[in-house]
């Protein structure tokens, strides 16, 4: 390089690329992956494949020691890449899901609208699927809150443009309530594959105002591993988890009932109608139910306040539109409580106990609520969606 007296200094483009701006050894890049590295299932301790890049803290190996701390040893995982493993990028692409949601709330209805899927992952010899998407409200019993699309036959891009309707959801559901959306191959000789799934926060979606989803179907989320865990821990964990369980299977959902109340000025009582129900939990072994529903206006000492609907059979979603009216003053009205339970009818032995809710002064959230506009709105016939549970304070649970 030549610089003359009285001129600018110039570099060309050659004397440029010959300037040493890294010195030392080059270097592989790694990929991304390897700085995530995974436990290997079938060696223990392995060397890494190259020293410890820049910028990266180096971690000992146990028992290294000093000599360790010289080498600048990695912790004893593998950071190989498999390009045929379940991990590889390849392999993860499931597809992608699209789909409308929709909550109406004079209706407490919640509109899933599924559109379509495209590339999905193949699942069958002939690298096709069988799909099909199934919905899922969580928490919740699982039968009960399931829904189910057609299936379509011999496709990655299939087109559904169905729509599945949640029926009683309430505006406290759409705050903690989560939907599942997952999409299922079908296997006729065997059992179904799952391929993809999605969750979506209901407390997103603005009331009466449709949203649109385009998403990438993930898998489904870990469950904690306790080989991690010491024996005692172990052991701890699995009778803390059973003793959760036990508490949600007391207190689950088993479904949602359509009641209106309304206390009538002439014939001086109260008219009670059971106009329908929504995701009962299934209690016959086909999946189903065979539902009916009883009403009682306690304390009832001659056990004359017994009402009984019309048996609806092989159902979770049941129609009744049937009216009780039961004669009392209004006075004493503040005293009672309405007393509404669900049962699966089953011939030849006792019937089933599916849920039930209390109205009245001692109730508390939308039950109370219910009774006190009854009261406050005489004349005037009030609805109102009412979660059903297997505890009821007070019952005994006798058909």
Request: charged share 25%; proline share 6%.
């Amino acid at each position: 390089m030549t610089v003359r007296k009285g001129k600018k200094l110039t570099i060309s483009i050659q004397e440029h690329m010959a300037i040493d701006v890294c010195p030392g050894p080059i270097r592989p890049i790694r990929q991304i992956s390897a700085y995530f590295p995974r436990l290997s299932p079938t060696s223990s301790i392995s060397e890494p494949l190259s020293p410890n890049p820049a910028g990266f803290p180096s971690v000992l190996s146990p028992g290294s020691g000093a000599s360790g701390a010289g080498t600048g040893g990695l912790l004893s995982m593998d950071t190989s890449i498999e390009i045929d493993s379940c991990d590889s990028d390849d392999s993860t692409s499931l597809g992608t899901l699209e789909f409308d949601l929709l909550y109406e709330r004079a209706t407490s209805s919640l509109r899933c609208t599924v559109l379509r899927a495209k590339g999905l992952k193949p699942m069958d010899f002939n690298g096709l699927a069988d799909p099909y998407v199934k919905l899922h409200l969580l928490p919740g019993a699982c039968k009960a809150n399931k829904l189910k699309t057609r299936t379509v036959r011999n496709t990655l891009n299939p087109v559904w443009n169905e729509t599945l309707t949640y029926c009683g959801i309430t505006e406290e559901d759409m705050y903690r309530k989560t939907l599942r959306v997952s999409v299922c191959d079908e296997d006729k000789l065997s059992h179904n594959e799952f391929i993809g799934e999605s969750r979506v926060a209901l407390r997103r979606l603005k009331p009466d105002q449709p949203k649109h989803y385009n998403i990438c179907l993930e898998h489904p989320p870990p469950l904690p591993s306790p080989s991690a865990m010491s024996v005692a821990l172990r052991g701890i964990s699995c009778y803390l988890r059973e003793w959760e369980n036990e508490q949600q299977r007391s207190l689950e959902e088993r479904g949602r009932i359509l009641l209106s109340l309304q206390f009538e000025k002439v014939r001086s009582g109260l008219c009670v109608g059971v106009r329908r129900c929504a995701h009962l939990a299934a209690m016959d072994v086909n999946g189903f139910s065979d539902p009916y529903v009883k009403t009682y206006l306690k304390p009832d000492l001659h056990k004359k306040s017994k009402h009984k609907t019309a048996v609806m059979k092989k159902t979770l979603n049941p129609e009744f539109n049937e009216e009780f009216f039961y004669e009392i003053s209004f006075s004493e009205l503040s005293t009672k409580t309405l007393e509404v339970t669900v049962w699966d009818y089953d011939l030849g032995k006792s019937n089933d106990f599916i849920g039930g809710v209390s109205l009245g002064c001692h109730s508390q959230g939308d039950a109370l609520r219910h009774w006190v506009d009854c009261l406050k709105n005489k004349g005037k016939k009030i609805e109102r969606w009412h979660t059903l549970t297997n505890d009821l304070p007070g019952s005994t649970y006798h058909d």
